[in-house]
């Protein structure tokens, strides 16, 4: 069973950032490396060939979170020295999907790239309780970097988060109970701004589910993503370009999302069709969530299932698709609880966190 490791970290935003990065000073460095690897080769696909442009990019985004959140450019500045890397090298890195749609974007194809999300409200879930889950699906070369942050701050709440080494906050809960969460989706408009990492970190932070939506509806979004927010009320889904937001959420029935806009203007600016895999996964989480009494046993053999082979939303390496499942998270924000597991959910030990 694929284990997931923890760290934890305490005190100011610089004190948890430098702890971070000394605790994984190895694998951050291995980290960025094996993602500029990977980016080499995306760009050269493209016709890119100077993929020192794409760290630029990276740092004008990396310059635009000093002013736009500086204790969480302080706590990633204080990581990436920690760790012995340059800070726009480990921000353009850990931001790869959004840093490289500015720069590649207008000659992109469609990728088999991306996760699943599945959230219900009270009515449909076995317990009355409200979950909110994911699958975290990218590069199988980032299975090796995937961990448990524990943060506990001086200033703001605690939590808990999935990401990879020396990264910000992906998937994840505070102990107000409000969780957060994202998938990947591409349209055209990108431009220097906050990317989804940053975003993702700040809103763990917020108090109250409303707060949390407000960082992703109002901040300075670089590139197009889903994120959701879920308390012990219910889930929002937001489906965000650059420079549009569409709000959905469980009060008319459950969540679920894949790769592909679901929103019309929004899949009008998406410049290619869906991938099979985008299509058969949403349609596979649609048809289990509605049938309702929805558990955490049955979000976990949702994530687990390989009905559709390739197209399933548990991914393999081995489908040789150039994406695996690298995490899946279930949370019940009435309890302050989550579970997660580092793999896909039939190969990874699910670890139990709580506030």
Known sequence: MLELPIITVSGSPVEMGRAYGQALRGPIRDFVAQRQRAAKVYLYERGIRDQAALENLGAQCLAKLAGWNRDDWMEFMATAEAAGVTAPALYTAGNMTDVRDILVLGSMRAEAEGCTTAHVGTALSATGEVLASQTWDLNPTDL??????????TKGPATWSITCAGCPSLVGMNEYGVAVGTTNIKTRGSRVGIPYLSLLHRALQAPTRAAAEAVFTNGPRAAAHTSWVADAQGVTDLECTADHVVRRDTVSGPLYRTN??????????????????????????????????ISVEGLRALFADRSAGVDSINRYEEDAQGTTTNACFIGI???????????PADRGRWLTFAF
């Open 144 to 153: 090796d970097y995937v961990v448990a942050v524990h943060r506990q701050p």
């Open 260 to 293: 592909h806009c679901l929103d019309a203007g929004h899949s009008a600016l998406e410049g290619e069709a869906a991938t099979a895999s985008s299509k058969a996964r949403l349609a596979k989480a649609g048809t289990t969530l509605k049938a309702g009494q």
């Open 333 to 343: 924000p009435a309890q302050r609880r989550l579970h997660a597991c580092r793999g």
